[in-house]
Nanobody, 122 residues
Framework: QVQLVESGGGLVQPGGSLRLSCAASGRTFRGYSIAWFCQAPGKERRFVATINWSGDRTYHRDSVKGRFTISRDNAKNTVYLQMNSLKPEDTAVYYC???????????????WGQGTQVTVSS
């Protein structure tokens, strides 16, 4: 069992930055790929970015490439999502998830956090 806790969300103006953190507790997430998904009100959960266990392979959704960067520090059991040049359409609850493979599909992730709200508004 892996417990995931997200933090770092908040209210930010358009063009601003946030860094989300996903901290694992309980069983280490050694060997797991970690992904970020987001869900806006009334919309389906969407893939944002994923990173493999060693951190040498990442994949970002096209609309966030060049603005968001996923990274991980396995010594701290933490994965990060650096979010720059934020837009109002980035407003959503952001979830991290752990799974056995690097995938854009939410169904392939076994463990999920509770989410952290990101609101981009002036």
């Amino acid at each position: 069992q892996v417990q995931l806790v997200e933090s770092g969300g908040g209210l930010v103006q358009p063009g601003g930055s946030l860094r989300l953190s996903c901290a694992a507790s309980g069983r280490t997430f050694r060997g797991y790929s970690i992904a970020w998904f987001c869900q806006a009100p009334g919309k389906e959960r969407r893939f944002v970015a994923t990173i493999n266990w060693s951190g040498d392979r990442t994949y970002h959704r096209d609309s966030v490439k060049g603005r968001f960067t996923i990274s991980r520090d396995n010594a701290k059991n933490t994965v990060y999502l650096q979010m720059n040049s934020l837009k109002p359409e980035d407003t959503a609850v952001y979830y991290c998830a752990a799974g056995q493979s690097t995938s854009t599909s939410a169904s392939l992730y076994d463990y999920w956090g509770q989410g952290t709200q990101v609101t981009v508004s002036s």
